[in-house]
Structure formats: C-alpha cells, structure tokens
C-alpha cells in the first residue's frame, strides 16, 4: 500500500493539490495498485481552499510516515513562514521515498533547506525570484515543467502538478500505467515533449 | 457577481469539478470580476469525492438560482437515478445562463430531458454509449473535447472541463481574459486548436 500524502493549509490553491489526487487516485482506479491518499493539515478542522472547503484526513500529530508528499502552493509565501508546516516537511522527507512541489509549495521545499547546492528547481512563474532567494545555490529553472532531483521533484505552476504526477507514476509504475490513466483522464500528456524539453537530469 | 454552481455527490470525479472550481476563482483572481463558487449537495453533510472530503456550501433548498451550473461526472451511472439531483438540475435550468456537464455528468443532463433533437452531446470516453441510449435524438461526438449548444456545454472526459470552462470564459469575459487564465494556470489551452478541432456550431 503506497501512502500519498497532500499537505493542505487556508488558500492553497485547488487545482495544485487536485490534479496530483486525480493522477494518483487513477493509480488504483485504472491501475489497480493500491493507495491510500490523505490531505493533512496542521490541525484537524475543514480549510479554506480559495473557497472550496476540505477536511483533512489527518493532522501533523496523526499522520503516519507516507511515501510520498505533495506540496501544493497557492498561499507558498505565508507557508514558508509557518514553523509547524516547515517541521513536519523536514520530519517527513528523511524516510520518504518521493517529496513534489507544485506551484509555490517549492518555496516551503527550499525554506526547509532540501535543495542542495545545485539542485534543479521550479515553480509558478510569479515565485521564481523569491525561490531564487530562498535557494541561492540551487539552479532555478523558469522554462521548465517540472524537474526530477531524485527523491525531490519540483513542478512549475498550478497545472503543471499533473504532469509530474504522471511522470512519478511512470518512474513507480511504469510508462504504461501512465500512459493509461492519462488517456482515462483524457488528458494531454505528451510524454515525449515532456522528456526532451521539459526534465532537466538528475544531479550529478 | 457572477453565481457558480458545481454539483457534487458520493464519489463524484475529483478533477471533474476541480478543474472548472480553478478556472472560474481565476476569473476573480486574476480577471478582478466578482464570482461566487458554492459547492452544492443534496444535502448538507461532507460529500466523499473518491477520498477527498469536501463540505458542500449549500444543498438543494438552500442554494439561490445560479448563473452557471458545473454538473461533474465520475458516478454519473448512479447519479441519473437520483430524483433528487434531477429535479434540482431542472429547476434551475431555466433561468440560468449556462450548464455545463464534465465527463459522465452529461448524464444527468440526458436524463433530465434538456438535449433537444440535434444537440451536440459529449461525455468520458466510457459514457458515449449510455449517452446515446438516454438521449436517442442527440448527436453524441466522441471526438470532441467539448460541445457548444448555445445554454448547453458539454465537455468529453474529466480534463476536459478546464478546457470547456476556459472557452466559457471566453464567451462570458473575452479571450484575453481567458488566455490570461490558462497562463497563469499554466495551462496548455490552444484556443485556436480548439475552436478548429473540438467545437461544434451551435445547432440551427
């Protein structure tokens, strides 16, 4: 059972949690894996994203260790500001397999110190510079769609989450898999274009 | 202030709904016109959307006549037998602006009587079938990302309804506007491709 964790906070953007749930949850819809996906929030009360209202299936204190962590933006710059998220990101990502940004959730990612000198970083277009700032070392890369580091994977804005889901789910699953839940999702994905021009190699 | 609707019931889509949810905030967000998006059930208790827990706004004698109604797919089999969801969705058609169906919510909209002889229908890959037994006289378009009927949008499967609710955008505010949207979503909408390819004339 593979445990997927979607950290949610008041303003997180909808679309940057919602399209990662969609890829993921297909993984045993279409797939038939087996996956367990929990928001998580610091505390245990309904929040507010951009007005649509979620419960979280856990707090900080009741979430297991998952596999793998999203960080959706939307709100990222008061994000990187709360001690209690920042912790339960440093907690978390020692023994997770796959930590994902989307969106400004990559401001969280480099706040937390997880972008070593290098790394290939993005987000949402809007949150380049302060990324930058958080990161100086890290190499931020406005043209991409996602980059792949390994265990930390950073997308660019919004949108751009469903992407590298898909291509998390290639590098779990295989590329057939992928392929799969794209084409239920009746959803765009050009694998190739995204292999040749949008991943940048893992680091040296 | 424009009034959104989105229908929502046990095990609806998460992306069916997400996906229009995002593209009209942004009206707000990045437009500056005044929108309301509620969240609408039967009644008024947490809706289970495939694992995601969401808290409706309003249910069916609360929720004020809409301007535009999202109904999303993802058990659309089982919501047609709903007569609950089907008064509700007739009730408000007639002095709304716009209903659009995602996926297999174009269902309800067969079901409920609303796609007269000719109207071009569309739905997930998985529903044509289904579609064209509810709806006999429609002409159901497989190909299609999505219909224009005039008051009536339909859009092909889950992704699809970003796309359906762009052009809405477009039609309600402008194409700058929704260009603007898809950016900053960072959103692939070819909006040529689409018009060219995927949008069917209003019927005669």
């Avoid at 399209?19 to 279409?30: A, K, W």
């Avoid at 709100?75 to 920042?86: K, T």
């Amino acid at each position: 059972m593979t445990k997927v964790g979607i950290l949610i906070y008041p303003k997180v953007e909808v679309l940057d949690f919602c399209g990662p749930f969609e890829v993921f949850r297909n993984v045993e819809t279409v797939g038939k894996h087996p996956i367990s996906i929990y928001t998580i929030s610091e505390r245990n009360e309904p929040i507010d994203a951009q007005g649509l209202s979620i419960n979280p299936d856990h707090d900080f204190q009741t979430c297991p260790q998952l596999d793998i962590l999203i960080v959706p933006g939307g709100n990222g710059r008061w994000l990187v500001e709360q001690a209690a998220y920042l912790e339960f990101v440093t907690r978390q990502t020692d023994a997770i397999q796959h930590l994902v940004s989307v969106c400004t959730g990559a401001l969280l990612v480099a706040k937390a110190k997880l972008l070593e000198d290098g790394m290939a970083a993005t987000t949402h277009m809007e949150g380049m510079e302060y990324l930058q700032e958080l990161a100086p070392n890290a190499r931020v890369l406005p043209d991409v769609r996602f980059t792949d580091n390994g265990k930390i994977i950073m997308s660019g804005g919004i949108s751009a989450g469903i992407d590298s889901s898909l291509y998390l789910v290639k590098k779990l699953w295989g590329e057939q898999l992928a392929r799969q839940i794209a084409l239920y999702m009746e959803y765009d994905w050009n694998y190739t274009k995204s292999e040749q021009e949008y991943i940048r190699p893992v680091i040296d």
